[in-house]
Nanobody, 111 residues
Framework: VQLVESGGGLVQPGGSLRLSCAAS????????MSWYRQAPGKERELVAG????????NYADSVKGRFTISRDNAKNTVYLQMNSLKPEDTAVYYC?????WGQGTQVTVSS
């Protein structure tokens, strides 16, 4: 199993980023996929999740209305569209499938 995140970077408050997680080594369409994040000195927290078919999503209260999780089962990729970013969204963002984690991608929101 391999999960490779990309798309992180430095963005100003109010800006947008789209994270991608390319998956391989398992039957992607069968698995619930999720995004987590971990800020310095804090525990890792769930940001968003999506079912295998992509028909059900869930979000942390802190990102509802600003972030959107989606997936493309033909490309074995899950996405996290992040809009209206805030400094408190600064963290390393991780992709997760079952018990497997990606290496993370840094998102920094700062002026």
């Amino acid at each position: 199993v391999q999960l490779v995140e990309s798309g992180g970077g430095l963005v100003q408050p109010g800006g947008s980023l789209r994270l991608s997680c390319a998956a391989s080594g398992f039957t992607f369409r069968r698995y619930y996929m999720s995004w987590y994040r971990q800020a310095p000195g804090k525990e890792r927290e769930l940001v968003a999740g999506i079912t295998g078919a992509g028909d059900i999503t869930n979000y942390a209260d802190s990102v509802k209305g600003r972030f959107t999780i989606s997936r493309d089962n033909a490309k074995n990729t899950v996405y996290l569209q992040m809009n209206s970013l805030k400094p408190e969204d600064t963290a390393v963002y991780y992709c997760k499938a079952w018990d497997y984690w990606g290496q993370g991608t840094q998102v920094t929101v700062s002026s």
